[in-house]
């Protein structure tokens, strides 16, 4: 029995072309190529480097917030609860800084940094109650470095009077645009000098760089500024005009002056700008009925308007000043405008394909395919033992070709190829589309040689060449309906894998096999948890029923959501028991008394705050039950651990524990604090070295450390901390 064979060709692996024609071939697929002079060009003074960026005057910020200058000069910030632009309330005070926005920035840090152009500062504002952090500049350009200069107030010749206008000295510095880096730097470009400089979180002038290097001119004229998910810097360059990428040391390493030779986008965001202005948002659920809003005691509750879009619409449009693009009765669903055109034809050569085998007779072709409305596409094949080169292929009829009709159905072409028997194929796609939109084929999978449930039928069908021929194609179609129904089974061993079975993203909805396979083995899984964590513990789940109810066990289920090693304190353990030869009298060690449990008692522990309504139980036995069947988890998670993932750590633990045993969970975050309950070692995180304060730079409140003794402090042999100890 001879096994089929099959070639896969696709963006990753290559497309084996021989020769195309009106094509272009990009990581989704390949397409229809634009038409010359259809695509936006690199100078477009939105400042957008050609659509592959966001323009200069509008940020997208943190939890589906955008902040947009509008076309007046107003700032204002998009609120995805009420799915309308608001001001910001500072914005429009006209006040110095933010009289005249040019270009917008969100840090990592929560910051919304605005480039002003009339007096050429960089304000940046509190995203949290906009009030003004700090004010950088103007500067003017002194060799590698940046000279503060001092505006002056413009007066009425007529009555002497200041009239808000602030007045720059000529050697001020030309700020263009602004980029704000993954690490908290900011990059501010300057035309006047060609320079970009680099400032750190506080505002410092960290490098004033030109680009220059030993292979690499100056930057001319800096411009736009892009920032890639990698970090580097892309920076538009006016004269002539083309795209610089910089190193982390602000060096040239790349430049291009074609638009497609940049990633796309080069700011990866749920929004697109149109060459007019127009925003298009893309980032709401179609599975959500209205937005839900949060009041100012954190309740949820339900939008009191009715949203701009539909129900099932995942699209929402503003002009430039910030207004809603609402559809109309017979569209009520807005679509975005395609602003690029297509050719209308083009054509896709392949490489000839090598069965192995002389007369060999190739199967099917399988293409992942999408046509959209008012396109086509056309598969051609031809066949022969003969290897032609690719000149005498290029030359052949069109009667030497025989065309192999497709019909889509959910993204998926599926045919017969009809091309002669022979060792070699040749295929040719011919694409067709109206100028606005275009098929993209995605990938081609060929496989070969024809083996159809025909060959069980009788050899009297297929006496001839032409009638084994249909019946085989013909047999086909019943052997695509027996392989949809049979490819479940096929891969029914990855069902039952929890690593590989479907899952649905973390409180997403889609179809979800990992809940049940953790059915089976009485796993109860919260879809809200990440797929990585909850295949792990489905996959674990066998070893952890064996150890449940133990230290280890439960400390084996935290560290499977966490990917951290928690510190687990059983209290029993803290019991201060007197121990004969080794214990002193010095308050520290105790067996019985009230001070243990602190009971409610007149006279004694009856300070609110300092006792203990304890129901039942024997005050004689304190010392044993105040320490029993208790257990705190210490966990150290990153700055964004935030409530959910808290409430997700304690359901974890709630099930992993035993049923007599009470547990603590107490999250640490790296910061070192000393409070009555600290345990050294066990709830104490020492984060990485803060920073040495430096004069006219360091903002008390930070992470910064004085300078301090020359020499560490250390504990010599003996040395015990207590509370006979002093520190100084």
């Not at 589906?64 to 429009?92: M, N, S």
């Not at 694409?431 to 060959?455: E, F, H, K």
């Not at 879809?527 to 674990?540: F, G, I, S």
């Not at 990153?638 to 999250?667: M, W």
Request: net charge negative.
């Amino acid at each position: 029995m001879i096994s089929q064979e099959s070639f896969r060709l696709v963006p990753r692996t290559g497309w084996r072309v021989a020769a195309s024609e009106g094509i272009a071939f990009s990581a989704p697929g390949a397409m229809l190529a634009p038409r010359p002079g259809a695509m936006r060009p690199l100078d477009d003074p939105g400042g957008d480097l050609g659509g592959r960026a966001m323009p200069r005057r509008v940020a997208p910020g943190p939890g589906g917030l955008l902040y947009l200058i509008t076309a007046d000069g107003q700032l204002v910030y998009y609120d995805p609860c009420l799915e309308r632009f608001a001001p910001i309330p500072c914005g429009t005070s006209g006040r110095l800084g933010l009289a005249e926005p040019v270009a917008l920035a969100v840090t990592p840090r929560g910051e919304l940094l605005v480039l002003d152009g009339q007096s050429r500062m960089i304000t940046a504002l509190s995203l949290a109650d906009w009030r003004i952090i700090r004010q950088v500049g103007p500067f003017a350009v002194t060799g590698d470095s940046l000279r503060p200069v001092a505006p002056r107030q413009a007066l009425d010749p007529a009555t002497g009077r200041p009239l808000g206008i602030a007045i720059l000295p000529p050697d001020a510095w030309s700020p263009r645009d602004i980029a704000a880096l993954p690490d908290g730097r900011v990059a501010v470009s300057e035309a006047a000098t060609g320079r970009i400089a680099l400032f750190d979180g506080r505002g410092c002038l960290v490098l004033l760089s030109d680009g220059a290097t030993a292979e690499e001119s100056a930057l001319r004229s800096p411009d736009a500024l892009a920032v890639a998910a990698d970090g580097a810097l892309f920076v538009l360059e006016a004269g002539p005009t083309g795209v610089a990428r910089l190193d982390a040391s602000l060096r040239i390493v790349a430049r291009t002056r074609d638009a497609a030779d940049l990633p796309d986008p080069i700011e990866a965001t749920a929004l697109v700008v149109d060459p007019d202005g127009t925003i298009w948002i893309s980032s709401r659920r179609p599975d959500a009925a209205r937005p839900l809003c949060c009041d100012p005691s954190n309740r949820i509750s339900g939008h009191a308007a009715d949203p701009l879009t539909p129900r099932m619409c995942q699209l929402l449009a503003f002009d430039t000043d910030g207004r809603a693009i609402l559809g109309t009765p017979e569209r009520p669903c807005l679509q975005r405008s395609d602003h690029v055109a297509r050719l209308e034809r083009g054509r896709i050569d392949f490489a000839r394909l090598d069965g192995g085998r002389e007369a060999t007779v190739w199967d099917r072709v399988r293409l992942d395919l999408e046509i959209p409305a008012g396109t086509s596409a056309r598969l051609l094949c031809f066949g022969s033992d003969a290897a032609f080169d690719a000149a005498t292929v290029a030359a052949m009829p069109d009667t030497s070709w025989t065309a192999t009709p497709l019909s889509v159905r959910d993204g998926e072409a599926v045919a017969a190829l009809r091309a002669p028997p022979g060792r070699y194929l040749w295929l040719r796609i011919a694409l067709g589309g109206d100028g606005a939109v275009t098929p993209v084929l995605r990938a081609l999978t060929v496989t070969y040689p024809r083996r159809s449930s025909a060959r069980h039928l009788p050899a009297a069908w297929s006496a001839d060449p032409v009638s084994a021929d249909f019946l085989q194609r013909f047999m086909m179609l019943f052997d695509e309906v027996r392989a949809d129904a049979l490819r479940p089974l096929d891969a029914l061993d990855a069902y039952i894998d929890p690593m590989a079975t479907p899952a649905a993203g973390a409180g997403l909805p889609g179809e979800d096999f990992l809940d049940w396979l953790g059915g089976w083995i009485g796993i109860a899984l919260d879809r809200d948890w990440p797929v990585e964590r909850r295949r792990r513990l489905v996959a674990e789940a066998p070893s952890l029923f064996r150890i449940k109810g133990t230290v280890e066990g439960l400390r084996r289920h935290v560290e499977i959501y966490t990917g951290l090693s928690p510190r687990i304190v059983e209290h029993y353990r803290l019991r201060r028991w007197m121990t004969l030869d080794e214990s002193r009298l010095d308050g520290l060690q105790a067996i019985w008394g009230p001070d243990l449990v602190r009971r409610l008692e007149l006279d004694g522990h009856a300070e609110i705050g300092r006792f203990s309504l304890v129901d039942g139980g024997d005050p004689l036995t304190d010392p044993f039950a105040a320490f029993a069947h208790r257990a705190t988890v210490y966990v150290a998670v990153a700055e964004g651990f935030a409530d959910r993932d808290l409430a997700a750590l304690e359901a974890v633990v709630e099930g992993a524990r035993p049923a007599h045993v009470s547990v603590d969970v107490r999250v640490m975050k790296p910061r070192f604090v000393l409070g009555c309950d600290t345990l050294l070692g066990v709830n104490t995180i020492l984060g990485g070295a803060p920073g040495t304060a430096v004069t006219d730079e360091t903002v008390l409140g930070e992470d910064i450390r004085l300078a301090g003794p020359p020499h560490a402090f250390t504990l010599g042999p003996g040395t015990r901390l207590g509370p006979d100890t002093t520190l100084t």
